[in-house]
């Protein structure tokens, strides 16, 4: 199950995409009846496809690729500003790289932070953001 995680790291990168395919592949779950994956086709693209039927021969294997991708760490980033996709994708691409371990990113938005970023893994919170820099600095002078 390794190997095919690693191989659909190019499709999940963020929090939605991995939602959006968790989505289908309970869909495909619900549907399909728990003897039949020839049908995958009809829940995945073909880039999608290529991949699972590599490692997906059972219905216990399409469940077990649900519960390994309920586990996949998530790395949330909360910034003072909408991103741009471009900017998005350059971001979690950057994340992802110096993460060294398989994750997910998900970006928030959020107005209170007033520049830099909030970022939150694995339980670890770090305030980078100007607001929380006020914040520690008033904190300290009281």
């Given at each position: 199950?390794?190997?095919?995680?690693?191989?659909?790291?190019?499709?999940?990168?963020?929090?939605?995409?991995?939602?959006?395919?968790?989505?289908?592949?309970?869909?495909?779950?619900?549907?399909?009846?728990?003897?039949?994956?020839?049908?995958?086709?009809?829940?995945?693209?073909?880039?999608?496809?290529?991949?699972?039927?590599?490692?997906?021969?059972?219905?216990?294997?399409?469940?077990?690729?649900?519960?390994?991708?309920?586990?996949?760490?998530?790395?949330?980033?909360k910034i003072a500003?909408?991103?741009?996709?471009?900017?998005?994708?350059?971001?979690?691409?950057?994340?992802?790289?110096?993460?060294?371990?398989?994750?997910?990113?998900?970006?928030?938005?959020?107005?209170?932070?007033?520049?830099?970023?909030?970022?939150?893994?694995k339980g670890r919170?770090?305030?980078?953001?100007?607001?929380?820099?006020?914040?520690?600095?008033?904190?300290?002078?009281?």
């Amino acid at each position: 199950m390794k190997e095919l995680l690693q191989e659909l790291v190019p499709y999940l990168k963020t929090k939605d995409a991995m939602s959006y395919f968790v989505n289908r592949i309970d869909t495909a779950i619900l549907e399909l009846s728990s003897s039949d994956v020839t049908h995958l086709d009809n829940y995945f693209t073909l880039k999608e496809m290529g991949t699972l039927t590599k490692y997906i021969i059972s219905f216990d294997d399409l469940k077990k690729l649900r519960e390994e991708l309920m586990q996949i760490p998530v790395i949330t980033i909360k910034i003072a500003f909408r991103p741009s996709a471009y900017f998005e994708s350059m971001l979690t691409d950057s994340i992802l790289r110096a993460v060294k371990e398989f994750c997910v990113v998900q970006i928030v938005f959020d107005h209170h932070l007033l520049g830099g970023a909030v970022v939150d893994f694995k339980g670890r919170y770090r305030d980078y953001s100007v607001s929380g820099a006020i914040n520690e600095w008033r904190r300290r002078k009281i």
